[in-house]
């Protein structure tokens, strides 16, 4: 942590009197190694350089982090980085400490001696940036401590987490409303990939941050592949998915229980996919273990609750996969976004069933909270199901829902190819038939399994002892299959025109029933795809031979020796401890492949190989290359 500073381009940038944006620029790249800002970098860094306050919306992978990176290294005094996840940051510090920031975190896993080292190098002036929990920094001892510092900045990372309305509230979050106040005059950032209005709104407010500038990129991820498809046997589908398209390559996949996150994981490693589990059950310092193999090795599945992933910034995450329907869309979009932070191709796959639905509604139903707080679920789960059932582009719809319009994207399985629809009025207005005899008449609801039963006419011990074969309704829809009945169901429900209710989840007729009894109006609903009908093959990606996908517009020689720029890079990793993308990630390796560099000097210019890993690594690196 007490890296000592090198060669110190920073401060001599802070001293020099260059323009603030060519001071950042300088940054940027003697630091950073890269040679431009993106979207806007540049202006965030310009407003709170200057000392002025921004809130960031910025989608995962845009480059959040350098937007509160830069202007502490450009003011004078030490950045303090709010996080809610104690167990990453000192991974964070160690990639800051990669390319020579000095940087430090406080909190409750260092030792009391550690901790006071700590405090004394942030008085003396001697940290660039120090990383803490909310809960470490609002109390009074610290702030007490940090008001006796000389502080750059204040950056609230995650900041949606102030947001009730949001899907990751921490009420200790709440208490940084007292930063405006305890410093005055040090500017604050907060930064989000979460999008939608009501938490923009909702953290500005209780950031008090009513005088910042606001920072709202658009939130496409253009490289992620977004598809959707019908659960059958979930687990199958996700063993085609990694063994058809991301063999040997980083993933996650999310389920809603400890108990199926065990039993996927146990199930992929029985058939030789490498996969671990995590959820919050573990134990700590097992779940700190299994994120720590998953950020350093290459290949290897997590399976995870969502309790993981966020603060998880390895870049080469291929694929993210559900295989249960996420609360919501934002929950949804942060936990897809996880994949591909290197701009490469990525899959976000889910699998979604009637069941699903079902046991979502139900579960917010008997759930505790207030009706506001259900009604705020209710309405989450709505939005997630219609991108669930959707017939257009799911990214237009993704992007709508953060109030950004867009065009069809031609990258997710809708565009790729688009469902057949067919009309289904008849169809919806027998099964509201069926429910609505049952109850009149019988006085019964019953969940989807009975009501196909009574549609297709068979019997079973429950329709015998309730003499079903005598309602009219009995067998009326023997025209479609048991699937297509769920299938049915399931967009019927998505749409309001049937919904589950109670404990048991048992079907009645939804808000929208009514215009479909009295045919007002014709229902159009989707073929289920299949799931074996992949929408992209492992072939028009991959130039063959596995391997990273990042590599794949290499020439065979060049593969060679980006092999062994690999092999390196994982001795030096396990060396240091660190992940290997904190070495270089791949597209940095596949730059120096390609630009063939006979010294030191021609390292320089390549996008990810700044000044500290120049001097470090350079020399291995022509070495490892056979110069
Ligand atoms: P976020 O926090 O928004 O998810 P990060 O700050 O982790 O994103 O950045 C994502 C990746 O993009 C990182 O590997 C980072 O080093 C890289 N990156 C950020 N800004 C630039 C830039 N201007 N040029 C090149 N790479 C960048
Ligand atoms: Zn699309």
């Known amino acids: 942590m007490d890296s000592p500073r090198t060669a110190d381009p920073i401060s001599a940038l802070r001293e020099g009197d260059a323009e603030q944006t060519d001071a950042a620029l300088q940054v940027l790249s003697t630091v950073f190694g890269y040679d431009s800002f993106r979207g806007e970098q540049a202006e965030i860094i310009e407003q709170v350089a200057g000392g002025g306050d921004a ?36 991974d964070q510090v160690a990639a800051l400490e990669a390319v020579g ?18 405090e004394q190098q942030l008085l003396a002036g001697e940290i660039d940036l120090l990383y803490m929990a909310p809960e470490r920094l609002v109390l009074p001892r610290t702030i007490d401590l940090l008001q006796r510092a000389r502080l750059s900045l204040v950056a609230i990372d995650e900041a949606h987490c102030v947001s009730q309305w949001g899907h990751d509230f921490r009420p200790d979050y709440m208490g940084l409303s007292v930063l405006a106040d305890a410093f005055p005059g040090v500017p604050r950032i907060a930064l989000t990939a979460t999008a939608t209005e009501a938490t923009h709104r909702e953290l500005t407010e209780r950031l008090r941050m009513e005088d910042a500038k606001h920072f709202v990129s658009s939130f496409d991820r253009p490289n992620i592949q977004y598809r959707i498809e019908p659960k059958a046997s ?43 589990p995590y959820h919050a059950g573990l134990d700590a310092r097992v779940r700190q ?18 309790a993981f992933g966020m603060g998880i910034d390895k870049p080469d995450v291929r694929f993210v996969a559900h295989l249960d329907l996420p609360k919501s869309i ?40 207030d009706e506001t707080f259900k009604r705020n679920a209710r309405s989450h789960l709505d939005a997630m199901l219609a991108l669930c059932e959707t017939v257009s582009c799911r990214r237009v719809q993704l992007l709508r829902y953060f109030g950004q319009d867009s065009e069809a994207c031609g990258n997710c399985d809708i565009c790729l190819s688009p469902p057949q629809t067919w009309d289904a009025t008849v169809p919806a207005q027998k099964l509201l038939s069926a429910l609505i005899r049952l109850d009149r008449e019988r006085g019964q609801k019953f969940g989807s399994g009975q009501i196909i039963e009574v549609l297709l006419g068979r019997e079973n011990d429950r329709s015998r002892q309730s003499r ?10 023997a025209e479609l299959s048991e699937k297509e009945w ?78 062994a720029l690999r092999t390196w890079r994982t001795e030096v990793a396990k060396e240091k401890q660190i992940p290997p993308y904190m070495v270089f990630s791949d597209a940095t390796l596949v730059a120096i492949v390609q630009s063939r560099p006979e010294s030191t000097g021609a390292l320089a210019g390549i996008s990810g190989v700044g000044a500290k890993k120049l001097a470090e690594y350079g020399d291995a690196v022509l070495e490892a290359l056979g110069v």
Not at 265 to 274: K, T, V
Not at 299 to 304: M, N, S
Not at 361 to 368: A, C, L, T, V
């Open 486 to 563: 769920r299938s049915v169901m399931r967009q019927l429900m998505a749409r309001g025109i049937v919904d589950a209710e109670g404990d048991y989840g048992v079907l009645v007729p939804g808000s929208h029933a009514g215009p479909v009894l009295r045919s007002e109006v014709t229902v159009e609903l989707a073929v289920d795809r299949s799931p074996a009908k992949a929408t992209r093959s492992r072939s028009s990606r991959s130039g063959g031979g596995g391997g990273s996908r990042a590599a794949e517009g290499l020439e065979i020689a060049e593969r060679e020796r980006f092999e």
């Open 330 to 369: 934002e929950g949804y979009y942060q936990e897809t976004g996880r994949a591909g932070r290197d701009g490469q191709p990525s899959t976000a796959w889910m699998a979604y069933g009637l069941g699903d639905m079902v046991s979502q509604r139900k579960f917010i139903d008997s759930g505790e909270g």
């Open 234 to 276: 979930p687990r199958e589908q996700l063993l085609k998915l990694i063994t058809a398209e991301h063999e040997g390559e980083s993933g996650i996949v999310y389920c809603l229980s400890r108990k199926s996150v065990e039993t996927t994981a146990a199930w992929l490693s029985e058939r030789g996919i490498p996969a671990l």
């Open 289 to 306: 273990d299994h994120q720590e193999r998953f950020l350093r090795a290459e290949g290897l599945i997590i399976v995870a609750t969502i």
């Open 468 to 477: 079903h074969e005598e309602l009219s309704v009995w067998g009326i829809g």
């Open 55 to 90: 809130v960031v919306l910025m989608p995962t992978g845009g480059g959040k982090s350098l937007c509160y990176q830069i202007p502490a290294l450009l003011r004078s005094g030490t950045g303090v980085v709010v996080s809610p996840l104690i167990a990453l940051m000192s």
């Open 101 to 118: 920031i000095r940087a430090a975190y406080l909190n409750s896993t260092l030792e009391r001696h550690e901790a006071q080292a700590v």
